[in-house]
């Protein structure tokens, strides 16, 4: 479980400074999304958790990161 944790975060953190994932329409909120999903899925964190860790500043933030849906 440690190395799909690791994984993602790493992931995460490589689609966070593209930007977008490459071939999909993926930006950094969509980004942060997935890999929450990918983790709670795989049950490698816990609901409660994610409940509990959630920063709602940053939460705005990432959805203020949406990229123009223009482009």
Request: glycine fraction near 0%; charge should be negative.
């Given at each position: 479980m440690p190395a799909l944790t690791l994984t993602v975060f790493i992931l995460t953190y490589v689609g966070m400074a593209i930007g977008r994932v490459p071939g999909m329409r993926l930006d950094r909120t969509g980004i942060a999304l997935v890999a929450v999903a990918v983790l709670l899925g795989a049950g490698a964190i816990d609901t409660a958790f994610v409940g509990h860790?959630?920063?709602?500043?940053?939460?705005?933030?990432?959805?203020?990161?949406?990229?123009?849906?223009r482009s």
């Open positions: 860790a959630a920063d709602a500043p940053t939460l705005l933030l990432l959805f203020a990161l949406r990229a123009d849906p």
